[in-house]
Nanobody, 121 residues
Framework: QVQLVESGGGSVQAGGSLRLSCAAS????????MGWFRQAPGKEREGVAA???????IYADSVKGRFTISKDNAKNTLYLQMNSLKPEDTAMYYC???????????????WGQGTQVTVSS
């Protein structure tokens, strides 16, 4: 069983930055693919960024050039560096993991509880 715990959310003004972290545990012995998703009130959960076991990354068009996904395998931690934040980035952000890659499709098996990001104009 994989446990994921996000942190790093908060409230910032437009143009600001935040770095989200996702600490993973219980994943030893397997290679996991991981991703960041977000969900705003009244909207569907959408993929933001994902990273494969070899470090390959994929981003939603809406965040390309502003967000960077990375992972530290030694620390079992996934990161999302978010720069030039916009009010439309406001959402609950979730990290997800699975033994197969779902890229930006929210079919991952394991999910964290989420961390809120609020961007004011």
């Amino acid at each position: 069983q994989v446990q994921l715990v996000e942190s790093g959310g908060g409230s910032v003004q437009a143009g600001g930055s935040l770095r989200l972290s996702c600490a993973a545990s219980g994943a030893s012995g397997y290679t996991y693919y991981m991703g960041w998703f977000r969900q705003a009130p009244g909207k569907e959960r959408e993929g933001v960024a994902a990273i494969d076991s070899d470090g390959s990354t994929i981003y939603a068009d809406s965040v390309k050039g502003r967000f960077t996904i990375s992972k530290d395998n030694a620390k079992n931690t996934l990161y999302l560096q978010m720069n030039s934040l916009k009010p439309e980035d406001t959402a609950m952000y979730y990290c997800a993991a699975d033994r197969v890659s779902w890229y930006l499709i929210p079919n991952y098996e394991y999910w964290g509880q989420g961390t809120q990001v609020t961007v004011s104009s």
